[in-house]
Structure formats: structure tokens, C-alpha cells
């Protein structure tokens, strides 16, 4: 994958939109490697970077050249089925069938195995494994993390900027399509430090469109933001020291009773996926429920998972973790992992609802811990106002309050210093607390 050779060098490129990889292929040996990218990309500091850690640039299209030669040698090549292309596996399999009918299958060989040895007494095989590189990356250190969290601040700056606006636009009558508004969006998070680019395309959906879960809206025949209508924005960044991804669910009018208890039960969900302390080892898909159950009481549900994993400066979407219904994903979640709350509803041609924030999995100081293990739990990352109008009290818990309450708290006190004027009054107001009547 592009993002693991990315991560693997700590190297960016713009090959591909809304993901900060390039388009290169990677081999490492015992004692070094070799990328295969174009090298009219690779500035001189780059340059110096990989020279100092051993890795030799070799032309993007000479790759399948390189496996043949390594098939020849006898290698061992570890690939991973799940992700490299087809035109790498034939070439290996086609050069070790001919390196195979050449020397006979019993043909001893100098070609190192992973260990460095050199005993191993056949011909090149391939190792098809799930890339070691995956899970490494996906767990993120100290660097990564606090890019994270600093990005995380400025792009809810961004925000607050962007929902003052929208919320005076409408309210003093302007028409404005969802991708006007999607438009605008960018241009508040263009002003920020370090915007490099949106992390996907923007899902500005507005009533119906709300309940198509990735919704892009087009110029030409696209709605227009309804007041009277559920308003969905979906949306991330991509910044030098971190990648971003919210949803928020906003009614500009009066919400339905239905609408707001809709809201109410997705809330629910997202807070107790918060809250959740779980054993070391826990899969993600065992979590999953804990964000469906207030929907499952009333016999509701949605058809996607909860969460999923994101990088770090890096391709949003991101494995091996997940938070999904889907059981067959056993990777466990790992202190320092990174992955979406997301828990949502859609009426179709009527109204879409989710609520997203992103969340680092960090260890949890339990008062017990039971078979010597550590228990987990999560970080928020994600610091934006949950609109309070949306929400029936009523149905919430004390607890559940004191958690809204906290968390408008938080977002408070770690967004207002990066605001002035209007956008942070609106911080101001939109932060205050609940009670329950």
C-alpha cells in the first residue's frame, strides 16, 4: 500500500487527492532497500534523507525487472496478497516456475532467509502474509499523536469559524446548494497553519441526501441547505502534522420530535463508545454494539460500521483496526491506535443523522486489574459542538448529560484560544451546559 511505503520512509508526496502518499513501489532486504519511484519527484533534501538511511531510488517502471532478478537469486519475497498488484505476484510466480524448471526443485541456494541465514535449501518462494508494516503503522507514537491532537485543534478552530458563518447566512435568507457550502468549508480551513488538503470529498447533504450514507453532492444537481431540513456535513483535512474527520448534524429550524429522539438514541451510541473500557486484546467488532443498543431499543439500527482506523498525515481510512458489526476483523485495538466514533441513522428520502469524532485508544487506570492484563479505553481527538437543539434530554441519563456537558467543557476550553470575535461567541454559545428538566 502507498501509505505504508510512505510511513515506512517518512516521506509525503501529492500523487493522489486527498491522501498525502506517491506513487512508488518499495523493497526491503536484510540490509537495505530500494524504491522505485520517479525520481524527477525526490528533491535534493529527500534525496540526502534516503541516502543517509541506506535506500537506493531505482526508476518507478523497472520494478518487475527487479522481482525476475530476485527470483533469480532464489529469493524470498514477502507479499502481501491483500494489497500488492497482480502484475508483482505473476511476475514472481511465472520467474520462480522458470527459475524452478532451470535448477530442479531441489537445488540449493546462497539466498538469505528473514533471519539472515543462509541454510534455506530450495528455490524463490513467496511468503503471502499480511504486511508487517500495516500494524506498526496503525499504532502510533508520541510525534504522530501530538500531531494529531494539535491538528485536531486548529481544524475545529476551522469549524467554528465555518458554522458561525453558515448558521448568519441562513439566517438572514440566503440560498446556499450544498456545494457552496462545501465550498466554503475549504476556504475557512485553507487559512489554517498547515492545510495541505480535504481528506475525502466533503458530504454536504442536506434533508433526503442526508440518508445516503456517502452522499457527494455535484454542481448543477445538488440541493439547496433547507431550513426546514436535517443538515449533514461530513468532513476532513489533511494537515502536515495530521489528518482530521468529524460529522456533525445540524437543524437550522425546529427538528421533529422523531428527528430529535433519532438524534438523541445516535448520541447515545457515540457516548457509551466513548466511555467504554475494555481488556487489552479486545477485537474492535466486540465494541460495536455499544453504540447500537439505545437505537436497538426502539428497533433501529444502521447499515455501516462504527468505526474505522485513520492516519496519522495519512490516508484517512486506515487498517487493520475497525469498529464494525462485521466479526470477521480480529485485530485487536491497541494503545496508541486511532479510530472514528460514528454511530448514525438514515430514514430514506427523509433524513440522515451521524455524529463522529475520532478517538485514540490509550490505557485506562482500572481499580482492578483482572488477569494481569491492561485495560483500554479512549482519547477524544475531535473538538466541536454537538448541537444541543437536536437533543431530548429527556432520554438521557444524568451520567450521559454530565459526559455532553464535559465534553462542550473541553471544546471550550481548548478551541476558544484560536478564536476571536463572532466565532468564538458562537463557541461560547454553543458550548453551554444542559440540565435536565
Known amino acids: 500500500m502507498l501509505d505504508e511505503i510512505a510511513w515506512l520512509l517518512n516521506l509525503r508526496g501529492n500523487d493522489v487527492p486527498h491522501s498525502p502518499v506517491m506513487y512508488a513501489y518499495l523493497i526491503v532486504e536484510i540490509d537495505g532497500a530500494k524504491l522505485f519511484v520517479d525520481e524527477s519527484k525526490v528533491t535534493s533534501e529527500v534525496m540526502d534523507h534516503l541516502r543517509y538511511a541506506g535506500i537506493e531510488l531505482r526508476p518507478y517502471d523497472s520494478i518487475l525487472s527487479e522481482v525476475e532478478s530476485l527470483a533469480a537469486q532464489g529469493?524470498?519475497?514477502?507479499?502481501?496478497?491483500?494489497?500488492?498488484?497482480?502484475?508483482?505476484?505473476?511476475?514472481?510466480?511465472?520467474?520462480?516456475?522458470?527459475?524452478l524448471k532451470t535448477n530442479g526443485n531441489n537445488s540449493k541456494t546462497n539466498a538469505k532467509n528473514f533471519d539472515g541465514s543462509h541454510d534455506r535449501p530450495m528455490g524463490p518462494t513467496g511468503l503471502y502474509r499480511i504486511s508487517p508494516v500495516s500494524l506498526s503503522k496503525a499504532v502510533k507514537n508520541h510525534a504522530e499523536l501530538e500531531?494529531?491532537?494539535?491538528?485536531?485543534?486548529?481544524?475545529?478552530?476551522?469549524l467554528a469559524q465555518f458554522w458561525f458563518w453558515l448558521e448568519e447566512e441562513i439566517n438572514k435568507g440566503m440560498?446556499?446548494?450544498?456545494?457552496?457550502?462545501?465550498?466554503?468549508?475549504?476556504?475557512?480551513?485553507l487559512k489554517q497553519a498547515g492545510f495541505i488538503d480535504t481528506s475525502f470529498d466533503t458530504i454536504s447533504a442536506s434533508g433526503a441526501n442526508g440518508a445516503i450514507i456517502h452522499y457527494k453532492p455535484e454542481p448543477g444537481s445538488c440541493s439547496f441547505v433547507d431550513v426546514e431540513?436535517?443538515?449533514?456535513?461530513?468532513?476532513?483535512?489533511?494537515?502536515?502534522?495530521?489528518?482530521?474527520?468529524?460529522?456533525?448534524?445540524v437543524h437550522f429550524?425546529?427538528?421533529?420530535?422523531?428527528?430529535?429522539?433519532?438524534?438523541?438514541?445516535?448520541?447515545?451510541?457515540?457516548?457509551?463508545?466513548?466511555?467504554?473500557?475494555?481488556?487489552?486484546?479486545?477485537?474492535?467488532?466486540?465494541?460495536?454494539?455499544?453504540?447500537?443498543?439505545?437505537?436497538?431499543?426502539?428497533?433501529?439500527?444502521?447499515r455501516h460500521g462504527t468505526g474505522?482506523?485513520?492516519?496519522?498525515?495519512?490516508?484517512?481510512?486506515?487498517?487493520?483496526?475497525?469498529?464494525?458489526?462485521?466479526?470477521g476483523n480480529?485485530?485487536?485495538?491497541?494503545?496508541?491506535?486511532?479510530?472514528?466514533?460514528?454511530?448514525?441513522?438514515?430514514?430514506?428520502?427523509?433524513?440522515?443523522?451521524?455524529?463522529?469524532?475520532?478517538l485514540c485508544v490509550n490505557e485506562v487506570d482500572t481499580a482492578n486489574r483482572f488477569g494481569g492484563i491492561e485495560y483500554l479505553g479512549f482519547e477524544r481527538l475531535?473538538?466541536?459542538?454537538?448541537?444541543?437543539?437536536?437533543?431530548?434530554?429527556?432520554?438521557?441519563?444524568?451520567?450521559?448529560?454530565?459526559?455532553?456537558?464535559?465534553?462542550?467543557?473541553?471544546?471550550?476550553?481548548?478551541?476558544?484560544?484560536?478564536?476571536?470575535?463572532?466565532?468564538?461567541?458562537?463557541?461560547?454559545?454553543?458550548?453551554?451546559?444542559?440540565?435536565?428538566?
Open 75 to 99: 529469493a524470498c519475497l514477502w507479499l502481501d496478497p491483500s494489497s500488492v498488484n497482480a502484475a508483482i505476484v505473476n511476475t514472481f510466480k511465472s520467474s520462480c516456475d522458470r527459475c
Open 147 to 158: 500531531g494529531m491532537r494539535d491538528s485536531h485543534l486548529r481544524d475545529a478552530a476551522a
Open 175 to 189: 440560498k446556499l446548494t450544498e456545494v457552496e457550502v462545501a465550498d466554503k468549508l475549504l476556504e475557512f480551513r
Open 229 to 249: 431540513k436535517l443538515f449533514l456535513l461530513d468532513s476532513g483535512a489533511q494537515y502536515i502534522d495530521g489528518t482530521t474527520d468529524i460529522t456533525r448534524t
Open 253 to 302: 429550524g425546529e427538528p421533529t420530535e422523531r428527528q430529535k429522539e433519532c438524534f438523541t438514541r445516535v448520541l447515545q451510541g457515540h457516548i457509551a463508545l466513548d466511555q467504554a473500557v475494555f481488556p487489552e486484546n479486545t477485537p474492535g467488532f466486540v465494541l460495536d454494539a455499544f453504540a447500537r443498543s439505545s437505537l436497538w431499543k426502539i428497533g433501529l439500527d444502521y
Open 308 to 327: 474505522h482506523g485513520v492516519g496519522a498525515a495519512l490516508n484517512v481510512h486506515e487498517g487493520p483496526q475497525s469498529i464494525s458489526y462485521r466479526y
Open 330 to 358: 480480529l485485530t485487536p485495538l491497541q494503545k496508541g491506535m486511532i479510530v472514528s466514533n460514528e454511530p448514525g441513522y438514515y430514514e430514506d428520502h427523509s433524513f440522515g443523522i451521524r455524529i463522529e469524532n475520532l
Open 382 to 437: 475531535t473538538f466541536v459542538p454537538i448541537q444541543s437543539k437536536m437533543v431530548d434530554l429527556s432520554l438521557l441519563s444524568i451520567s450521559e448529560i454530565d459526559w455532553l456537558n464535559g465534553y462542550h467543557s473541553q471544546v471550550w476550553e481548548k478551541v476558544s484560544p484560536l478564536l476571536e470575535g463572532s466565532p468564538r461567541q458562537w463557541l461560547w454559545n454553543n458550548t453551554r451546559p444542559l440540565f435536565k428538566p
